[in-house]
């Protein structure tokens, strides 16, 4: 079974900056789709961030694109994901997660297989 541990999260004033990362216990294959999400309390899980085609194709969802970029690194087995500018509305429990189908790619990820357990990421100010 594969697993995902995120990290990287903190307390961050708004305008800072920081980097995700997601780290799998196997190797992730290329054909596979990769997202990251995010949930605040009293709000549903959002999906914020796709990659996929071999990493060739990323998405992003309208509140954080320019500020977000998803990417990955197969040597490292790593999904990371730069937040940058942020905001106070960007505080939330995020989570990474992956699958074989492109339902992965869904407003929920309800799709995707494997989950991380989150990394929590709060902004102030």
């Known amino acids: 079974q594969v697993k995902l541990v995120e990290s990287g999260g903190g307390s961050v ?5 920081l980097k995700l990362s997601c780290v799998s216990s196997e190797n992730i294959p290329s054909n596979y789709y990769m997202g990251w999400f995010r949930q605040a309390p009293g709000k549903e899980r959002e999906g914020i961030a796709y990659i996929y085609n071999n990493a060739e194709l990323t998405y992003y969802d309208d509140s954080v694109k320019g500020r977000f970029t998803i990417s990955l690194d197969n040597a490292k087995r790593t999904i990371y994901l730069h937040m940058n500018s942020l905001k106070v509305e960007d505080t939330a429990m995020y989570y990474c997660a992956a699958g074989a189908s492109n339902r992965c790619l ?3 990820g ?13 902004v102030s100010s």
């Not at 309800?110 to 709060?122: F, I, P």
């Open 106 to 108: 869904s407003v929920n």
């Open 110 to 122: 309800g799709g995707c297989d494997y989950w991380g357990q989150g990394t929590q990421v709060t």
């Open 13 to 17: 004033q708004a305008g800072g900056s």
